[in-house]
């Protein structure tokens, strides 16, 4: 069992930053894949990243190429999302996930359910 715990959303202005963390605990082998996924009101959850617990490759989707950044901290049980140049359609609740499998595409990876845990989200919200 994997419990999942996100952290560091807010209040930011366009063309801020935030950096949110996922706490997770209980047993994630390398192969795990962790994902940031969001969600605005009224609208579909949406792929944000992915990245293997054990690296290797990390996926983006194309609004997050060049401002997000994921990252894991394994000694810390951390996964991270480094958002940069925030824009006002970045307000969303973001969450934490994970899946038991590791992905060859951003098609596979980009899927949500094929996570089989998530956190309950924290909320970030863009100021114009």
């Known amino acids: 069992q994997v419990q999942l715990a996100e952290s560091g959303g807010g209040l930011v202005q366009t063309g801020g930053s935030l950096r949110l963390s996922c706490e997770t605990s209980?047993?994630?082998?390398?192969?795990?894949?962790l994902g940031w996924f969001r969600q605005a009101p009224g609208k579909e959850r949406e792929f944000v990243a992915a990245?293997?617990?054990?690296?290797?490759?990390?996926y983006y989707a194309d609004f997050a190429k060049g401002r997000f950044t994921a990252s894991t901290d394994n000694a810390k049980n951390t996964v991270y999302l480094e958002m940069n140049s925030l824009k006002p359609e970045d307000t969303a609740r973001y969450y934490c996930?994970?899946?038991?499998?590791?992905?060859?595409?951003?098609?596979?990876?980009?899927?949500?359910?094929?996570?089989?845990?998530w956190g309950q989200g924290t909320q970030v919200t863009v100021s114009s």
């Open positions: 996930a994970a899946a038991e499998a590791s992905f060859g595409s951003i098609v596979a990876a980009s899927g949500a359910r094929r996570y089989r845990y």
């Open positions: 209980g047993r994630i082998f390398t192969y795990y894949t």
């Open positions: 990245r293997s617990w054990g690296g290797g490759s990390t």
